[in-house]
T-cell receptor
Framework: ETGVTQTPRHLVMGMTNKKSLKCEQH?????MYWYKQSAKKPLELMFV???????ENNSVPSRFSPECPNSSHLFLHLHTLQPEDSALYLC???????????????FGPGTRLTVL | LAKTTQPISMDSYEGQEVNITCSHN???????ITWYQQFPSQGPRFIIQ???TKVTNEVASLFIPADRKSSTLSLPRVSLSDTAVYYC?????????????FGGGTRLMVKP
């Protein structure tokens, strides 16, 4: 138990569906992250939020829309996804935004997403 | 852009010491070196972090030479439960600002 929870743990959706992934951290951290982990690919950073403000967008397609209503919650809204978007989506948090990797990140268990 | 290079996989036996080396030739002055462990279907878990020389905690040691262009994670007396993917991570800068870069990781298989 890392103090970071994600729901749902598994999600199957069609290409025309709209769904949302939820992440919650109980650690009092100020920074939150979304990562994508595809099979046989390195972990890819998607978005970074610091004190509810988005600070990084790693050229992620607009069919992925993040939302951070407060420092404890992070959402990833999904719409018109493609089969190649099937992956494990991981949420993480850290005490402060890691500028040079100095702030330890705590990861949630991930959401296994399958797009049909 | 700081990029890391690690061996794709390593095999070991229970009770042995395992050393995994990561190359990061373009590491920036302010970058830290962090190692994470990931089991299947779980998120990565922090193992150890260092900036220079040697760092040791209850699970591992991290050796960083003076030029900081590489680092070595040392796992003493591994057990079957240490079978996992190990990621070397350094901070990096790109056009979008400061971001972290995970490499491909090293898949460690510990055998009985």
């Amino acid at each position: 138990e890392t103090g970071v929870t994600q729901t749902p743990r598994h999600l199957v959706m069609g290409m025309t569906n709209k769904k949302s992934l939820k992440c919650e951290q109980h650690l009092g951290h100020n920074a939150m992250y979304w990562y994508k982990q595809s099979a046989k690919k390195p972990l890819e950073l998607m978005f970074v939020y610091n004190f509810k403000e988005q600070t990084e967008n790693n050229s992620v397609p607009s069919r992925f829309s993040p939302e951070c209503p407060n420092s404890s919650h992070l959402f990833l809204h999904l719409h018109t996804l493609q089969p190649e978007d099937s992956a494990l989506y991981l949420c993480a948090s850290s005490q402060r935004r890691s500028v040079a990797g100095e702030s330890e990140q705590f990861f949630g268990p991930g959401t296994r997403l399958t797009v049909l | 852009l700081a990029k890391t290079t690690q061996p794709i996989s390593m095999d070991s036996y229970e009770g042995q010491e395992v050393n995994i080396t990561c190359s990061h030739n373009n590491i920036a002055t302010n970058d830290y070196i962090t190692w994470y462990q990931q089991f299947p279907s779980q998120g990565p878990r922090f193992i150890i972090q260092g900036y220079k020389t040697k760092v040791t905690n209850e699970v591992a040691s991290l050796f960083i030479p003076a030029d900081r262009k590489s680092s070595t994670l040392s796992l003493p007396r591994v057990s079957l439960s240490d079978t996992a993917v190990y990621y070397c991570l350094v901070g990096s800068n790109n056009n979008a600002g400061n971001m972290l870069t995970f490499g491909g990781g090293t898949r460690l298989m510990v055998k009985p």
